[in-house]
């Protein structure tokens, strides 16, 4: 059974900084596209950031282009979401999700999710 267990969100400051890491577990993680998503208050999941199999490769939502960095670390089955700069409006719950085919910016590409991490901005 595949487990994503994303932590780090948190309480902070505009202009601060978090990372966020996600925990995969039940199926060899490096076979896999990684990527992050986001739903803010009343909004739809929109995609923050996705990742290759790699790493090599990377994506980012224009909206926080330059301010978020993803990465992975395949022997330690997890990825990452290093967000600095942070606004009000990047107050959201944050997934991690598992890539399965389609578009990578699309929520419905993904077939795993965790359960998501609370990430609040305060201004």
């Known amino acids: 059974q595949v487990q994503l267990v994303e932590s780090g969100g948190g309480l902070v400051q505009a202009g601060g900084s978090l990372r966020l890491s996600c925990i995969a577990s039940?199926?060899?993680?490096?076979?896999?596209?990684m990527g992050w998503f986001r739903q803010g208050p009343g909004k739809e999941r929109e995609f923050v950031a996705r990742i290759a199999r790699s790493g090599s490769i990377t994506n980012y939502a224009d909206s926080i282009k330059g301010r978020f960095t993803i990465s992975r670390d395949n022997a330690k089955n997890t990825v990452y979401l290093q967000m600095n700069s942070l606004k009000p409006e990047d107050t959201a719950v944050y997934f991690c999700?598992?890539?399965?085919?389609?578009?990578?910016?699309?929520?419905?590409?993904?077939?795993?999710w965790g359960q998501g991490t609370q990430v609040t901005v305060s201004s």
């Open positions: 999700a598992s890539y399965s085919s389609g578009t990578y910016y699309t929520a419905t590409s993904y077939d795993y």
């Open positions: 039940g199926r060899t993680f490096s076979n896999y596209v």
